[in-house]
């Protein structure tokens, strides 16, 4: 089995895009290749997510379509859809097809556009987001997408003590990373203040808990040890990738708002990568309301149980901090094209573990995590990347491995 | 479980079709897990628990607790914000329902009938 890495990345701004998904598509894919230094004949397969094309833009059949639109007709196209942790799985099935030597060199990418751009405004986008909870047993309650996120903080608030403030700290916090981000849908710095005064969409979750409903694209190139040696991009090594799912729906659920599939995947990317969470650098977790990134903080084993809250609130998880989450403004600042999230978290990592995250760099980082969830979180895919030494002349033997 | 229970269930077994025609009813069906003795307010074609396929149909308390609770005020297309959903504990079986009211973690709900939606029926409690 050979080592899969990542060598070229690229993705567009988050936020309100006018394109259609393959001209969107192609703002990421190409400047990926690129970065690559890989042209189309290098590519053999391209795994695509999108979560929503169908349902929103009417789109099927969608990964050849944008295989086309960027020179790849002809590779094995596949597309998966797995709601919010939709491109982690492309993610993670290109990284398998590497690494069991099916294919040398993968572009994997996402895109989705939730914005009102795409002519759905709230009511519409609310409805089909909802569309990932159960048909029977949720749906028919109105629950939403933030109401689901609110169920498992409102337990979490119940059994730990966590208070609206602490949750509004990690708003502020990925407001803040966000303003370092020149790709953030939301460029602004906000306040525990406004964060509190703001309208209430699900409670405990008020407009600034929740991240906004935006357009993008990211992609990656992933190739094997070998290719990696023939192109020219800095390599990051993919060390583990966890994947793991729960009971649906919601109330099944053993313990909902451990996020037990969070728990589990981490276990499988913790044991692959040979390293334990006191191990990890830096932080891209799925913070779709704040709620969630407390949660997932203590579920990837970052902070005790219940201390999720309080570590946002002292600074633990902020950028200069023990335990940086979200440098790149998570789904909170930065955006959430569902489809395209999860790749775009492979994107950031890269970039911090290369050293060339600018102002919102993570000193030192050299393990990355990326956590990424689809639906009411029982679907969860967990990713930790290595950085690889600069190759420079004298060590391209050396870079690879 | 009582041969009343025979009209939802089809080939023996409670279908999500079948759990909705008794929640219009005023009945809330859930199923009981030979195996694990794990039981849902969400029937299944096998257990999500264990995967075992043998399953009795039962009537579930209707009167439970509350596990958790939102007050959601932006709504999809066809729902009428504001409105309560919460976490309902009935006996072993958890439930997501529409509460009638505000309610906190904790307080004490009882079944009153199904509320008619875009997306078809839901246990209302209060
Ligand atoms: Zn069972």
């Given at each position: 089995m050979t080592d899969a890495n990542v060598v070229g990345v690229g993705m567009t701004a988050f936020g309100v895009h006018g394109s259609t998904l393959p001209d969107l598509f192609a703002e990421a894919a190409l400047p990926a290749l690129d970065d690559a230094g890989a042209t189309a004949d290098d590519v053999d397969a391209f795994y695509l997510g999108n979560a929503m094309g169908g349902q929103i833009e009417g789109e099927s059949h969608l990964a050849p379509t944008l295989a086309s639109h960027i020179g790849l007709a002809g590779v094995p196209c596949q597309r998966y859809e797995d709601a919010c942790a939709t491109s982690s799985n492309a993610f993670k099935n290109a990284v398998r097809a590497v690494e069991a030597g099916q294919h040398d060199v993968v572009l994997v990418g996402g895109v989705e556009r939730c914005s009102p751009?795409?002519?759905?405004?709230t009511d519409a986008m609310t409805r089909i987001f909802a569309s990932a909870a159960h048909g029977a047993y949720e749906r028919p309650t109105g629950l939403t997408f933030p109401g689901v996120f609110a169920l498992l903080t409102k337990r979490h608030m119940h059994e730990y003590g966590t208070t609206p403030e602490q949750l509004a700290a990690v708003a502020v916090k990925n407001h803040r990373h966000g303003s370092l981000n020149p790709r953030a849908h939301f460029g602004s710095e906000t306040t525990v203040d406004e964060v509190l005064s703001g309208p209430v969409v699900a409670d405990p979750f008020r407009l600034h808990d929740c991240c906004p409903f935006s357009d993008g694209a990211a992609a990656a190139v992933v190739a094997s040890a070998d290719a990696a040696e023939t192109l020219s991009g800095d390599p990051v090594r993919v060390a583990g990738v966890g994947h793991a799912t729960d009971i649906v729906p919601i109330a099944d659920k053993a313990h909902p708002s451990a996020t037990q599939a969070a728990r589990d995947a981490a276990g499988q990317a913790y044991e692959a990568a040979g390293v334990g969470p006191d191990d990890v650098d830096v932080v891209e977790l799925h913070d779709c309301f704040t709620g969630a990134e407390v949660l997932a903080t203590e579920a990837l084993g970052l902070v005790e149980d219940g201390e999720g809250g309080p570590a946002a609130a002292a600074g633990r998880t902020s950028l200069g901090g023990e335990i940086p989450v979200n440098p790149s403004g998570g789904l909170k600042a930065k955006g959430h094209p569902i489809g395209a999230t999860g790749v775009a978290q492979v994107v950031e990592l890269t970039e911090q573990l290369r050293g060339d995250a600018d102002s919102r760099q993570v000193e030192a980082a050299d393990v990355g995590l990326a956590h990424n969830l689809g639906g009411d979180a029982a679907t969860t895919i967990v990713s930790v990347l290595e950085s690889v030494p600069r190759r420079d002349s004298d060590q391209r033997g050396e870079v690879a491995r | 479980m009582s041969e009343s229970l025979d009209a939802y269930r089809s080939d023996g077994r409670l279908t999500t079709n079948g759990w909705r025609a008794a929640l219009e009813d005023g009945v809330l069906l859930g199923q009981a897990c030979a195996d694990c003795e794990h039981v849902t307010a969400a029937p299944k074609a096998a257990c999500a628990r264990c995967g075992s396929r043998d399953l009795s149909t039962v009537q579930l308390p209707e009167e439970g607790t509350v596990y958790s609770v939102s007050r959601i005020e932006v709504a999809p297309a066809g729902f009428d914000a504001p409105y309560h959903v919460g976490l309902v504990t009935l006996g072993d079986a958890r439930l997501t329902a529409r509460l009638s009211d505000a309610a906190e973690i904790g307080d004490s709900v009882s079944f009153q009938n199904a509320v008619t939606t875009p997306e078809g029926p839901a246990p209302r409690f209060g």
């Open positions: 751009e795409t002519g759905k405004e | -």
